[in-house]
């Protein structure tokens, strides 16, 4: 009974700690934590399961929170979440949106109480009571909280809301103008202060810094996109020999044949992202930040631990 019970609540649990924590690996170790306290209590008197056990999720990950804190500040290069295929954004939009990776790294910039309530009342929609019990704070203090902490990801987010059929072709075209490593079209398509946000982890070659300006951006795009460079970088980040890059006659963005290397657009944290494998192995995924028509931030994940849930 009491596995059941469980198990009922695990993906909500999850995803909870996920979106507090930025990453599946620790979302899942925090679960895990919260199945050994809950077979260890009497359940029978246990009389609403889903905020008692949100309740132990949402403070272990808190505690988790801190700990990690420390680690990512020590981190190689910039730090981005671990990613996530979310492939039924259409039928759940709203809990898409709130693991949009544009979203996941400014709540990087609130503290772990003001991340949580965010989490927890913007995401799933809770009671400032009900999650001021789960934090140990007034409802007052909580409501303060989440002011503070909807003030701070107001000032980083996009400004623009960007349908996701427009956002889409933008993807497509993005993909399109970095295969053929056309500089003049990845230019046009980049805000003029456009960034470029790259995580290697110190694991796969990615940029130590951001890099900040459309034509930096672009030029670095195209210059790992075609001969030699594509080749040295691929094999940077444990892609193997490639022989070329490119589209697939007839079926959008696919395996080169005989290269093993391909290009596809999916559905990851809630957006469409380009994802490049290798051997059907993904190895790199761009996800873009677009507002007002162009695009304002590339994030690159290169990290083989962040891709490990694709």
Excluded: C
Aim: hydrophobic residues 45%; glycine residues 10%.
């Amino acid at each position: 009974m009491a596995v059941e019970r469980f198990e009922e609540h695990r993906d909500l649990l999850t995803g909870v700690a996920y979106r507090i924590l930025g990453s599946v690996t620790d979302a899942e170790d925090v679960v895990q934590e919260a199945w050994l306290r809950w077979s260890g209590v009497d359940v029978s008197r246990v009389e609403d399961d889903r905020p008692y056990l949100v309740k132990i999720v949402t403070r272990l990950a808190i505690d988790r929170l801190r700990r990690v804190r420390a680690r990512r500040e020590a981190y190689v290069g910039p730090w981005l979440p671990e990613l996530v295929v979310t492939p039924d954004v259409a039928e759940h939009a709203e809990l898409a949106d709130s693991v949009e990776l544009a979203l996941l790294v400014v709540l990087e910039t609130l503290s772990p109480l003001e991340r949580a309530v965010f989490v927890l009342r913007e995401a799933f929609g809770m009671p400032y009571a009900e999650i001021g019990e789960m934090i140990e704070r007034s409802e007052a203090a909580t409501r303060q909280l989440a002011r503070r902490g909807r003030e701070h990801v107001q000032e980083g987010r996009p400004r623009f809301e960007v349908d996701r059929g427009v956002r889409r072709r933008i993807t497509e075209r993005f993909a399109e103008a970095a295969v053929g490593g056309d500089l003049g079209a990845l230019t046009a398509m980049l805000a003029e202060d456009a960034s470029l946000v790259g995580d290697g982890g110190g694991k796969a070659k990615a940029p130590l810094r951001v890099i900040t300006g459309a034509r930096k951006v672009a030029r670095f795009l195209a210059s790992i996109a075609t001969g030699d460079r594509l080749r040295a970088f691929m094999e940077s980040i444990g892609a193997g020999p490639v022989s070329g890059f490119g589209v697939e006659p007839g079926s959008g963005f696919g395996v080169e044949p005989g290269s093993g290397f391909g290009v596809e657009i999916a559905e990851v944290n809630g957006g469409p992202a380009v994802v490049v494998t290798a051997e059907g192995r993904p190895v790199t995924v761009l996800s873009l930040v677009v507002e007002d028509g162009l695009i304002t931030t590339v994030f690159l994940v290169a990290n083989p631990e962040k891709l490990s849930h694709l």
